[in-house]
């Protein structure tokens, strides 16, 4: 084949089947000129099979072997002409530019790709009319190639590193895996391209920024301070007024605020009589409208003796209150054995055991109180949840096997649907045979719920009251390495039945009057009442 180049400022080629017949008379005529488009990209390659080819150019007149002798494949590639290619079509076309070390690694990665190689030769210079012939086997296949510039890349810093440990976190544990519809690990890229991570104050805002769209109240970032807190008060103590608060579950029309889900027995904000159901509308001045839970829960801690303002919305009534903030006993249960006095030997002895939260002590209190219960010879539980707005989901679990002998306590699901299953086989179960009666209202939140459900759905217990929180989500902490912590949605549950209770809650399987008391001490009273609502209320019957 002969390739011919005009002057024109992008060459033509003329293809002839002269290497099929060396003597044939079409050389001798007046070849057929063949337009190439000229393309401005990066390396012209000429891929060819043959087993000898000879260049000739303006400088150099010479024999090269392209295989060897025997005809086997082993294939030496014409590297020598494309410097020369290189500096001839830059300076006089200006149409290409060939990196010739570049080319060189190309052309040695692709000898293994078959039987097609690349060889590129050029005149040193071009004049009106550059002659350029090969002698080819069998065809010359004429390709481009473009140059792909590599992504730069950049040495994380210490703040970087902290951000994807926080991404990871998110990335290996959050409940929903299409991450609110969005491509997570663009994000992670654009936020370290994007986002001011210089000290550890930015790197905090980067990670925040990006929990936010994730839009769950539920997951959020908290700095070491907060983590600690957190952790004290799930051990058993806290320093604040005794109030556990949450989002409204229902939009009503009333005045935007926090509501409340309970408040400690015997704590600031109890002894001031804020109740459940309340909404707070204000803490020291500053309105709850657009304040996320835990601004406020970390507003309404501080040190024993300080004092904080709370505006208060209590049915129609508005209050404004001074609250001294003071150690708050996270003791967990409260028991008492009440006697009901009737005719006869076989009064009814039923055991109150008060549960205010799951904290680490939780479990280990409940059985500690059935057993001192029993040893009156108790002959029925009531198990009050009212106000307990949860705590550690473990310790649901672990006080769902003290009462049940058998059965799935909760379905733990993801957007794919269920991923775990938590059940008992009855080897923890302490109390399986007496009658049990559950109480609960709008109070009852989280870990709570996970009990009375599992109590219910297994006909373990009957359920006195209203419906509960409806909070369907469970939480895990996770600790970050600089001290600083993620309270991360890891999965939301669903009952033995299959009812997921989130924002709806667990319905009771009978109501409660208003006035039934909350406390050991005046529910003993009431039951030894005989003109009392506790006695028109058949807590034991289904």
């Not at 080629?13 to 005529?29: C, E, G, M, Y």
């Not at 004049?127 to 792909?148: D, E, K, L, N």
């Not at 210490?158 to 663009?186: C, H, P, T």
């Not at 320093?239 to 556990?244: D, E, F, I, N, P």
Request: net charge positive; hydrophobic share 35%; glycine share 8%.
């Amino acid at each position: 084949m002969e390739v011919f180049a005009t002057s024109a400022s992008c060459p033509h080629f003329l293809v002839s089947k002269f290497h099929r017949n060396p003597n044939s008379a079409s050389i001798k005529t007046t070849p057929q000129v063949l337009k190439w488009k000229c393309l401005p990209l990066g390396v012209v390659e000429a891929r060819a099979k043959c087993s000898l080819m000879r260049a000739r150019t303006g400088s150099v007149k010479r024999t090269m072997c392209y295989g060897r002798s025997d005809g086997s494949s082993k294939h030496n590639l014409l590297l020598g002409p494309i410097r020369r290619l290189n500096q001839s079509l830059v300076s006089q076309c200006g149409l290409f530019s060939a990196s010739y070390s570049k080319l060189k690694e190309k052309l040695k990665l692709r000898r293994r790709a078959g039987s097609l190689h690349k060889v590129i030769n050029c005149p040193e210079k071009f004049r009106q009319h550059v002659f350029v012939r090969f002698v080819v086997g069998v065809m010359v296949v004429m390709s481009v190639s473009v140059s792909v510039s590599k992504v730069p890349s950049w040495a994380l810093t210490e703040e970087n590193l902290l951000f994807l440990e926080a991404w990871r976190m998110i990335d290996r544990s959050y409940v929903d895996k299409s991450f609110n519809g969005q491509s997570w690990f663009r994000y992670r890229e654009n936020a370290l391209r994007n986002e001011p991570m210089n000290n550890r104050e930015e790197t905090y805002t980067a990670i925040k920024k990006m929990l936010a769209t994730l839009e769950d109240p539920f997951t959020r970032f908290l700095e070491p301070e907060k983590f600690k807190s957190l952790r004290s008060g799930t051990q058993g103590a806290l320093t604040g007024v005794g109030l556990s608060i949450g989002y409204p579950t229902k939009f009503d029309g009333s005045s935007a605020g926090l509501v409340v889900i309970s408040a400690a027995p015997g704590g600031p904000a109890n002894r001031a009589g804020i109740l459940s159901g309340d909404v707070i509308l204000a803490i020291d001045d500053t309105s709850t409208e657009t304040m996320g839970i835990y601004d406020a829960a970390e507003r309404l801690q501080g040190s024993e003796g300080s004092s904080v303002k709370l505006t208060v919305l209590s049915g129609p009534e508005i209050k404004h209150l001074d609250l001294v903030r003071e150690k708050v006993s996270l003791n967990p249960v409260k028991s008492r054995l009440c006697v009901v006095p009737q005719s006869g030997k076989d009064s009814p002895r039923i055991g109150y055991i008060k549960l205010t939260t799951f904290n680490q002590n939780a479990s280990g209190a409940v059985k500690e109180a059935i057993k001192t219960l029993r040893d009156n010879n108790v002959n029925a539980f009531v198990l009050d949840l009212r106000d307990n707005s949860g705590g550690s989901f473990p310790e649901g679990i672990e006080i769902a096997k003290i009462w049940l002998d058998k059965g799935v306590i909760v379905y733990i699901c993801d957007s794919r649907g269920v991923r775990d299953i938590y059940d008992t086989d009855g080897s923890q179960a302490v109390a399986t045979k007496e009658p049990l009666a559950v109480l609960v209202n709008k109070g009852t939140a989280s870990a709570s719920e996970i009990l009375a459900g599992a109590l219910k759905d297994n006909n373990r217990a009957v359920l006195f009251g209203e419906p509960t929180f409806g909070k369907g989500k469970i939480q895990s902490v996770f600790e970050l390495s600089d001290g600083s912590g993620l309270a991360v949605t890891v999965a939301r549950y669903e009952t033995p039945a299959h009812t997921d209770i989130d924002k709806v809650g667990v319905i009771p399987d009978h109501p409660l009057p208003t006035s039934f008391p909350k406390d050991a001490d005046s529910f003993c009273k009431c039951l030894q009442d005989p003109a009392s609502t506790c006695n028109k209320v058949e807590l034991f019957a289904r």
